[in-house]
């Protein structure tokens, strides 16, 4: 709800500051006292268009800040949230300052943001009816999120989620579908080229790691005269005429006959010449084994560096390493193969996304028929709701029509827009568009009536909703209000006395004139101040003793 007001420096307000209540607040006044000069204000700081009349003449700047208290789940504090902008205690205060420059600022709980933000923001929590601009009700984008939460209150189908459940698979359905079409035609627009590369990279058979092992043995192949050279003279050494292994076998022969009569002593060198021989034994075979294998066919080292060279030059027409051949093979098989299944495949999900979209179609469908019902009961409700507020001659609907396959969505396939027309003969046409001032609010009234538990809102403002009414009708427009605000902040400006005396609080706006400048007050009234100004209501100018009993005859059957 709307916890306070703060105005500086607009049109005749020097200075004010308004703490609210919930229930129903009024403000009344005379004609000409300022009661606009408030309302012109508290819109500027939700967002309105600024303007430098607005400005105080004895200003450079306005400034005007409105404060909400929320509960922790409004959907307000959610928005706030998405766009990094931490709410305190679940306050929202919007500010906007105005300078003789035309330079502006906007803040949100003293973030700067912009005056599209402010709007977004102060659409989810005040409503302004009457004969300054509105928004929420009068715009159609509004009316289908309006019939589901008054569906929702009534009937809690759970029709909702199913439906975003079934246009959910429906669309991963027909995207899947999309995907395997557009890969199927891409591909069958490259399908030469795809099985050249194919067989070409079949033939090929390239293997991960191939390069590296290519690369090693081409320069072990280069070099192989060399290493067979020098191999040949290590074996030379060991067993050439100095026969290293002979050496050392009779060396060890000699110690094993001798070495019982040294007492263990030369055991430990016994077993090492043993070792050395077998050692040098091993090395002669391994010169032997390896000298075998690096003296390879003269065409080996050709066809290793052809391959090299082959696998290159496809790995540079397919713009990969050589180890990524092997992937690059499996990805154009898999092309082709989409290309040779790709009608199979195609049907198969061309029929799961047919069943998809029947499924969602048939939950949407009976959305649709849950919206018809509650429009039905909704246009019912609203009818009621007309005649004692001077509009028996006024007619509403809900009109829910279906939308194109193009425009369907996880809401479902419908469009609402609520219609009205004020007088028999008149065509019904869009709520915005049938009426003007306090018809419309009325119009309005009876709307907020009915919907009344069923949206976010937390504050509604009603601007001369009693214009070209009065008596009875005003006594119903007050007894609507004072209902409605049970369950809302109401906020109305009004001259009717009968609405007036319905007031949880009253405030009333005057002027006055301080050092030869006229400026705006606004004064909370007591019990006494309260039947004055109703009593001034009635009477008009001149207050009478009979003005202030039926004052207080009205301010009591009210509150009875």
């Known amino acids: 709800m709307l916890t306070h007001l703060s105005i500086r420096d607009v049109v005749l307000i020097d200075k004010l500051d308004i703490e609210f209540e919930r229930g129903l607040c009024v403000l009344t006044g005379e004609t000409g006292a300022g009661k606009s000069i408030v309302l012109d204000a508290l819109g500027l700081a939700l967002g309105a268009r600024a303007e430098l009349a607005l400005i105080r003449a004895q200003s450079d700047k306005l400034s005007v800040s409105a404060s909400f208290l929320l509960t922790a789940k409004h959907p307000a504090i959610r928005y706030l949230s998405d766009h990094d902008i931490t709410c305190e205690d679940n306050t929202i205060v919007v500010r906007r300052v105005l300078g003789r420059d035309g330079r502006g600022k906007a803040f949100v709980n003293d973030q700067p943001v912009s005056v599209s933000l402010l709007r977004d923001v102060a659409a989810l929590l005040i409503e302004v009816h009457g004969q300054f601009d509105t928004h929420?009700?009068?715009?159609?984008g509004?009316?289908?999120?309006v019939l589901d939460d008054y569906r929702r209150a009534k009937d809690g189908d759970g029709l909702d989620e199913a439906c975003v459940k079934a246009f959910t698979a429906w669309r991963a359905a027909a995207n899947a579908l999309h995907e395997a079409e557009t890969a199927t035609a891409r591909a069958a627009a490259d399908e030469t080229y795809l099985r050249a590369a194919v067989t070409e990279l079949n033939e090929l058979s390239p293997q991960p790691g191939e390069e590296k092992d290519l690369s090693d043995r081409r320069t072990?192949?280069?070099?192989?005269?060399?290493?067979?050279?020098?191999?040949?003279?290590?074996?030379?050494?060991?067993?050439?005429?100095?026969?290293?292994?002979?050496?050392?076998?009779?060396?060890?022969?000699?110690?094993t006959r001798i070495a019982p009569q040294a007492g263990g002593k030369?055991?430990?060198?016994?077993?090492?010449?043993?070792?050395?021989?077998?050692?040098?034994?091993?090395?002669?075979?391994e010169l032997d084994r390896t000298a075998a294998q690096i003296e390879a066919e003269p065409k080996e080292l050709e066809q290793a560096e052809e391959r090299l060279f082959a696998l290159k030059a496809v790995a540079r027409k397919h713009k990969c390493s050589v180890d990524d051949l092997a992937?690059?093979?499996?990805?154009?098989?898999?092309?082709?193969?989409?290309?040779?299944?790709?009608?199979?495949?195609?049907?198969?999900?061309?029929?799961?996304?047919?069943?998809?979209?029947?499924?969602?179609e048939g939950t949407a469908h009976k959305l649709h028929e849950a919206r018809l019902a509650a429009a039905a009961k909704l246009d019912k409700a609203v009818a009621k709701e007309l005649a004692p507020l001077k509009l028996d001659k006024a007619a509403f609907r809900s009109a829910v029509t279906k939308l194109g396959d193009e425009a369907w969505s996880a809401r479902g396939f419908n469009k609402v827009i609520f219609e009205a027309s004020t007088n028999p003969g008149t065509p019904i046409g869009p709520l915005a568009k049938i009426a003007?001032?306090?018809?419309?609010?009325?119009?309005?009234?009876?709307?907020?009536?009915?919907?009344?538990?069923?949206?976010?809102?937390?504050?509604?403002?009603?601007?001369?909703?009693?214009?070209?009414i009065g008596g009875a009708t005003a006594n119903a427009v007050g007894e609507r209000?004072?209902?409605?605000?049970k369950n809302v902040q109401i906020l109305v400006v009004t001259h009717s006395p009968q609405v007036a005396a319905r007031a949880a609080h009253h405030w009333r706006v005057s002027k006055a004139t301080r050092a030869g400048e006229t400026v705006t007050k606004v004064s909370l009234l007591d019990a006494t101040q309260r039947r004055e100004e109703v009593a001034r209501?009635?009477?008009?100018?001149?207050?009478?003793?009979?003005?202030?009993?039926?004052?207080?005859?009205?301010?009591?059957?009210?509150?009875?």
């Open 436 to 468: 003007s001032g306090g018809e419309l609010a009325r119009f309005m009234l009876a709307l907020k009536v009915v919907l009344a538990g069923t949206q976010n809102l937390t504050t509604l403002i009603f601007d001369e909703v009693d214009t070209g």
């Open 327 to 360: 992937k690059v093979q499996a990805d154009l098989k898999a092309q082709l193969d989409a290309i040779d299944h790709g009608v199979d495949t195609i049907r198969e999900l061309s029929a799961k996304a047919s069943a998809a979209k029947l499924a969602f």
């Open 537 to 560: 209501m009635l009477a008009g100018e001149k207050i009478t003793d009979e003005a202030r009993a039926a004052a207080q005859r009205l301010i009591a059957g009210t509150a009875s």
């Open 136 to 140: 929420g009700l009068l715009d159609p």
């Open 481 to 485: 209000l004072e209902r409605l605000a």
């Open 142 to 145: 509004t009316h289908l999120d």
């Open 220 to 255: 072990l192949l280069k070099n192989a005269e060399h290493i067979v050279a020098a191999l040949s003279e290590a074996r030379g050494s060991l067993s050439g005429e100095t026969d290293v292994e002979g050496l050392l076998r009779t060396a060890a022969s000699r110690l």
């Open 266 to 285: 030369l055991d430990g060198l016994s077993k090492s010449l043993e070792r050395a021989v077998i050692e040098v034994g091993d090395a002669l075979q």
